[in-house]
């Protein structure tokens, strides 16, 4: 069973200090950043009613399964689809650690 949570966020290049601001602030200790290039096609741009810019940026947080929506919640309300960041975020299960 998996004692941690992967949350991965996905956001414009910019905006990875608000994901962070707003994860601490839930109860994470940190995360890790990477620059990236997001690409989307024009039908999923009017689908989710976005326009995507090619510089992203992907904030990688793992957390104790107790607080994942906690901070989940509080990342999307800072830098989810309806701000400038227009983050998405998800998370994955984390099987083992080594800080297990």
């Known amino acids: 069973m998996a004692n941690h949570q992967l949350i991965v966020c996905i956001v414009n290049a910019g905006f990875s200090q608000n994901v962070m601001e ?9 995360g890790s950043i990477i620059r990236g290039r997001g690409s989307a096609n024009p039908e999923a741009e009017e ?4 326009t995507v810019q090619p510089d992203k940026e992907v904030v990688l947080i793992l957390v104790p399964d107790d607080i994942k929506d906690a901070v989940m919640t ?11 960041g227009q983050g998405i975020a998800f998370s994955l299960p984390v099987e083992r650690t080594t800080l297990d």
């Open 22 to 30: 707003a994860a601490r602030a839930a109860g994470a200790r940190g």
């Open 47 to 50: 689908f989710f009613n976005i």
């Open 74 to 84: 509080a990342v999307y309300k800072n830098s989810g689809l309806t701000t400038d």
